[in-house]
């Protein structure tokens, strides 16, 4: 392999690398703006999710008054966090505010892992939302669930938001082996080129242009040291091969001036032989002098164009100590980076607000509640005083019962002992009848006596069993005001619960708030180095691409002391009276020669135009002339070409030439190369190389000694010049 396709080589890797490594930077710093909304978004959810579980605790417990707006901010938020979710689960449009109906962004579809834990997360979610929704009814009966089932869709969306930091971290850490391994295969091509081109091309330049200073000296017996290969090994082998001609010439010039001492005849004719041999030798160290200087000054611009492709890998080297502490950066702050920016910090401080807001309703709340189950303590122990008061007057109505009895009893004794008295009165006569007036006054007492007693029992009765119906109310309340004040015991414990529930929300909260906080400056670093990434990998592809251009004029000095090579083995070989147009042919990639004569003189012409345009176009790419300086040879050389080419062809046309199909379909392929090329030239894709330039040369001359002289002599048959 030669040295110039050694070098393109090297310009193909480099290349490659450098747009491997800009392509996926580009790509990754594209997705990591992706990354950081989606889990910005996610992490939004958590907090949508803490929302709805408080509205939904604080429309349970507010008044009328507040109820409105608890029921307006609960059914935004259900609305906010179907909407995000369907979005993180399948992509597409997302809120990108806390209205639902407000600016979306865009978001692209999980990976399966993400995609199964957010589904799992919408599992967690729906009795939520189910519980939330009979707190908009009014039916929602047991709070502590609400709490219980915020916690885990946190807990669910949580680990959702962890799988897509770990994917966007994944993404980091590809992207820093892939710049590691692309700067590895930069640096070290370049250092195998910086080496290649010190010990294969500039040592033994050296060695060349000592030498041929030796031999410019007169010092023909000097000896060329050293290995050579490739293009040097034939500039080597030309140089010694024209020393030793000189060095012959010079052994026949002494064997001469001795025959000229012996025969004075041949004196006149051997001087004259010897300073036209001597002639040639001086054209011949003249010849070697120039290639001499001109190897020396191929030498210097290498040189010049290595030093010049060191800076640019100094350039390089230190784009990419930058480009790797903006990596590492980078990784740092996506490690530390939980779910939220700026946005969310601020939804979480609101959060937070109303969080405190609501705990202390539901504080106030519990208090009412103490009070209430206090005053039922007291209004219990009240009515159990009066159930004991109401027992002792039925116990006093029971015993007034008895005495009545008693004297019920009495006075029907009393009755008795009346009718036995007025019976003896009767029996006594007149002698009883005192007796028996005193018996009618005390039967009359007795009738009032008894009388009272009867409206006394009856009255007692009645009091008796309103005693008895009191005491039966009294103990039918006491069991209720017993039942009550079990329900407001439970009340206040399901308000204490409430409380706590609230505090453990607002604490939450809290947390999200300030986690969103620092988080969002670590989102500010990363967007920040990763912007700092591009811009160094953009300045990288520059660099490279500057370093390619140092190699293609480090190509096209070796296409330069390749064509001083060739031309000093032609003059090794051919006469030395055609050293003098050396320095006019050395830069000549395609040179016209008689042997390339068709002998119609017309075409000949045009033969000589397209050799020129091939030689201009590639002196103005070893001068490395810009693309509109390029475009325009190129061009001229596509238009000359169809010229010729129709031309040719008008003649076969004219004079049936046989060969003609098979011409023309050269003609044809040569022109679709052409213009491909021309196309890719065009849109940037491709620039014009030595592999071009040597494509044109190979195909124009192959094409000229190929099928252009077969038409020669039948086209000057037909009288066509």
Not at 31 to 47: E, F, P, W, Y
Not at 344 to 357: D, E, F, I, K, L
Request: one cysteine or more; proline letters at 2%; glycine letters at 6%.
């Amino acid at each position: 392999m030669s040295l110039s396709q050694r070098l393109i080589g090297v310009i193909v890797l480099l290349s490659l690398v450098v747009a491997v490594m800009f392509v996926a930077t580009l790509v990754d710093s594209s997705s990591q703006k992706t990354d950081a909304l989606t889990i910005n978004l996610a992490g939004r959810q958590r907090m949508l999710a803490q929302r709805v579980a408080k509205d939904s605790l604080l429309l349970t417990l507010s008044g009328t008054a507040e109820a409105a707006s608890v029921r307006a901010s609960l059914e935004k938020g259900i609305r906010l966090f179907e909407a995000t979710q369907r979005a993180l689960e399948k992509g597409g449009a997302a809120p990108n505010t806390p209205d639902p109906a407000g600016p979306t962004a865009e978001l692209p579809s999980p990976t399966t892992e993400t995609a199964a834990l957010l589904h799992a997360a919408d599992g967690r979610w729906q009795p939520l939302r189910t519980a939330a929704q009979a707190a908009l009814a009014g039916t929602l009966t047991d709070a502590k669930v609400v709490g219980s089932l915020s916690e885990d869709t946190v807990v669910a969306l949580s680990k959702a938001v962890q799988q897509i930091e770990r994917e966007s971290e994944a993404k980091v850490r590809r992207l820093i082996i892939i710049q590691i391994t692309g700067i590895t295969l930069v640096v070290g091509l370049l250092g195998w080129l910086l080496l290649m081109l010190r010990t294969r091309m500039l040592a033994p330049l050296n060695r060349l242009v000592h030498y041929a200073d030796q031999v410019a000296g007169g010092s023909l017996q000097a000896r060329l040291d050293g290995h050579f290969t490739h293009e040097l090994q034939i500039l080597a082998q030309s140089i010694t091969a024209m020393v030793a001609s000189l060095n012959n010439a010079m052994s026949v010039c002494t064997e001469q001036e001795l025959a000229a001492k012996d025969a004075h005849a041949e004196t006149d004719a051997a001087l004259q032989d010897t300073k036209a041999k001597e002639a040639r030798l001086q054209e011949l160290l003249g010849t070697i002098t120039a290639v001499s200087r001109s190897a020396s000054d191929l030498s210097a611009k290498v040189g010049g164009a290595v030093e010049e492709l060191g800076r640019e890998i100094d350039t390089v080297d230190n784009g990419v100590l930058v480009q790797r502490d903006r990596m590492t950066e980078t990784a740092t702050a996506v490690e530390e980076m939980n779910a939220t920016v700026m946005e969310v910090a601020r939804n979480a401080s609101q959060a937070a607000s109303n969080a405190a807001a609501s705990k202390k309703l539901a504080a106030d709340g519990a208090q009412g509640v103490t009070r209430a189950v206090e005053s039922i303590r007291q209004m219990q122990q009240r009515i159990l005083g009066l159930k004991e008061s109401m027992a002792r007057l039925g116990v006093d109505a029971e015993n007034i019962g008895r005495i009545m009895n008693v004297i019920s009893d009495i006075a029907d004794q009393t009755n008795l002992l009346a009718l036995n008295a007025a019976i003896e009165a009767a029996r006594a006569g007149d002698a009883g009848r005192g007796f028996a007036v005193h018996r009618l006054l005390h039967a009359f007492d007795r009738e009032k006596t008894m009388q009272a007693t009867r409206e006394v029992g009856t009255a007692i009765g009645a009091i008796q069993e309103t005693a008895r119906e009191n005491v039966a109310a009294v103990e039918t309340a006491a069991t209720n005001i017993v039942s009550a004040t079990e329900e407001a015991a439970a009340a206040g414990s399901s308000m204490g619960d409430i409380v706590r529930i609230v505090e453990d929300t607002a604490g939450q909260v809290e947390s999200i708030a300030a986690a969103a906080e620092e988080q969002s400056a670590a989102s500010e670093e990363i967007n920040r180095a990763v912007s700092e990434v591009t811009l160094v990998a953009t300045d990288t592809a520059e660099n490279m691409h500057r370093s390619a251009q140092a190699l293609t004029r480090i190509i096209s000095l070796i296409e330069d002391l390749n064509g001083a090579i060739q031309d000093l083995s032609r003059h090794a070989a051919a006469d030395r009276t055609s050293a003098a147009r050396v320095a006019v042919d050395n830069r000549q990639l395609f040179n016209w020669t008689p042997t390339l004569s068709t002998s119609i003189d017309s075409l000949d012409e045009e033969h000589k135009v397209l050799v020129r345009l091939i030689n201009e176009l590639h002196d103005a790419m070893r001068d490395n002339k810009d693309r509109h300086i390029l475009g325009g040879i190129l061009d001229r050389l596509k238009d000359y070409a169809v010229t010729h080419f129709e031309h040719e062809e008008r003649h076969f046309a004219r004079y049936n030439y046989p060969d003609a199909a098979a011409h023309i379909a050269q003609h044809q392929k040569f022109l679709g190369a052409v213009m491909d090329f021309y196309r890719e030239f065009q849109s940037g894709r491709a620039t014009v190389t030595l592999d071009l330039m040597r494509f044109l040369k190979d195909w124009l001359q192959g094409h000229i000694m190929g099928v252009d002289k077969k038409y020669g002599p039948f086209l000057k048959d037909k009288g066509v010049r």
